[in-house]
């Protein structure tokens, strides 16, 4: 297996709500990333997972929390989520942190 | 610090002529440097990338790139240009030794094929 699966494709979700996002790779690599993207406009990072544990948080708002269950599987929970943060995120892994990511296909989010 | 400059927000080629996109970077010590595609809806692709070795790097579907020093630059390139090469490219830069997982992009250059 040879690429990374995120589910949903397409999510829109209210302002009250609670989802989460879903990210899978079996290459074994133990670097896992969050990203988040506007359109035409280059990937932000929100988050990078190394070994499964949380290397990096940029900043990002405490409505976005991250979890890393094992080395295969990313998720990121959302609550309470404001319109300005519908986006394409997506999620990329590689084999250690220096290395080469790939990248998902994303998840369309729309808050309204 | 990193940065990644795309000059050029949008390159226009004839379909079979050569593609050139524009790519310049600066860190604090050596680079590990990358190119991404994006079509419409959907997740970067990784084209290629440099690390050490040989100047010039070939990777998926015909695309090279030459790493330059000097001029701190990595312009993508392809011989001859189709009209599926269109899509968004992104440069990307890391450096080497420190901020390990963070990558700096570039703004991304849109590049459009005409038959």
């Given at each position: 297996d040879t690429e990374v699966t995120q589910t949903p494709k397409h999510l829109v979700m209210g302002m009250t709500n609670k989802k989460s996002l879903k990210c899978e790779q079996h290459?074994?690599?133990r670097a896992m990333y969050w990203y988040k993207q506007k359109a035409k406009k280059p990937p932000e990072l929100m988050f990078v997972y190394s070994y499964e544990k949380?290397?990096?948080?940029?900043?990002?708002?405490?409505?976005f929390s991250p979890e890393c269950p094992n080395s295969s599987l990313l998720n990121l929970h959302l609550h309470a989520?404001?319109?300005?943060?519908s986006a394409l995120y997506l999620c990329a892994s590689s084999v250690g942190p220096q290395e080469t990511q790939y990248f998902g296909p994303g998840t369309r989010l729309l808050v309204l | 610090a990193q940065s990644v400059a795309q000059p050029e927000d949008q390159v226009n080629v004839a379909e079979g002529n050569p593609l050139t996109v524009k790519c310049t970077y600066s860190v604090s010590g050596n680079p590990y440097l990358f190119w991404y595609v994006q079509y419409p809806n959907r997740g970067l692709q990784f084209l290629l990338k440099y690390i050490?070795?040989?100047n010039l790097v070939k990777g998926s579907y015909g695309f090279e790139a030459e790493f330059n020093k000097s001029q701190t630059s990595f312009h993508l390139k392809k011989p001859s240009a189709l009209v599926s090469d269109s899509a968004l490219y992104f440069c990307a830069v890391r450096d080497m030794y420190t901020n390990a997982g963070k990558s700096t992009f570039g703004d991304g250059t849109t590049l459009t094929v005409k038959p």
């Open positions: 290459m074994g690599h949380l290397s990096i948080n940029e900043s990002v708002p405490s409505r989520l404001q319109p300005e943060d | 050490t070795g040989d």
